[in-house]
Nanobody, 124 residues
Framework: QVQLVESGGGLVQAGGSLRLSCTAS????????MGWFRQATGKEREFVAA????????NYADSVKGRFTISRDNAKNTVYLQMNSLKPEDTAVYYC?????????????????WGQGTQVTVSS
């Protein structure tokens, strides 16, 4: 069993930056593919970014490419989402997810473990 706890959300002005963190409990974090998803009010949850268990491979939604960076520190059991040049449309609850895998996973249904989410609000 893995528990995921997100942090780092908050209120920021458009053009600003935030760094989200997701820390996992338990061992074997380095065997888990990790992902970030977001859900805006009234919308379905959508893929944002994903990273392989080694950290070598990443994948991003088109809407965040060039602005967001996913990374991980396996020694700290933590995955990060650096968000730059934030836009009001980035406002959402951000969730991290985990699954034992060697691949980069971009589909929600494939993830086994989910965090509770952290709110990101971007004001115009």
């Amino acid at each position: 069993q893995v528990q995921l706890v997100e942090s780092g959300g908050g209120l920021v002005q458009a053009g600003g930056s935030l760094r989200l963190s997701c820390t996992a409990s338990g061992r074997s974090f380095s065997s888990y593919a990790m992902g970030w998803f977001r859900q805006a009010t009234g919308k379905e949850r959508e893929f944002v970014a994903a990273i392989s268990r080694s950290g070598i491979s990443t994948n991003y939604a088109d809407s965040v490419k060039g602005r967001f960076t996913i990374s991980r520190d396996n020694a700290k059991n933590t995955v990060y989402l650096q968000m730059n040049s934030l836009k009001p449309e980035d406002t959402a609850v951000y969730y991290c997810a985990a699954r034992p895998s060697i691949r980069v996973i971009t589909t929600q249904a494939e993830y086994k473990y989910w965090g509770q989410g952290t709110q990101v609000t971007v004001s115009s």
